[in-house]
Nanobody, 115 residues
């Protein structure tokens, strides 16, 4: 069974940086898409960034130019580099993989940006 575990969250001041990681355990044959979502208190979960099998990336308008998604297939890991963080980036960040015709979610990691 595939499990995703996020790490790297924490408390940071506005303008700071964090790097999130999401590592998968279990057997995966084919990954279609790896991505990050976030959910702030009282808000719906929203897409932050994705990277597809071919390497193309997509970002929410709110994070373009500040966040960067990358992956290491050999380590079954996806990363989210977050720079110039703002208080409105505060949320629980979840990784999501589409692999082997199934969708997998991590349990989330808290990111808190203080002003």
């Amino acid at each position: 069974q595939v499990q995703l575990v996020e790490s790297g969250g924490g408390l940071v001041q506005a303008g700071g940086s964090l790097r999130l990681s999401c590592a998968a355990s279990g057997i995966i044959f084919s990954i279609s898409r790896m991505g990050w979502y976030r959910q702030a208190p009282g808000k719906q979960r929203e897409l932050v960034a994705t990277i597809i099998n071919g390497g193309s990336t997509n970002y929410a308008d709110s994070v373009k130019g500040r966040f960067s998604i990358s992956r290491d297939i050999t380590k079954n890991t996806v990363y989210l580099q977050m720079n110039s963080l703002k208080p409105e980036d505060t949320a629980v960040y979840y990784c999501n993989w589409l692999a082997d015709s199934a969708a997998y979610w991590g349990r989330g990691t808290q990111v808190t940006v203080s002003s």
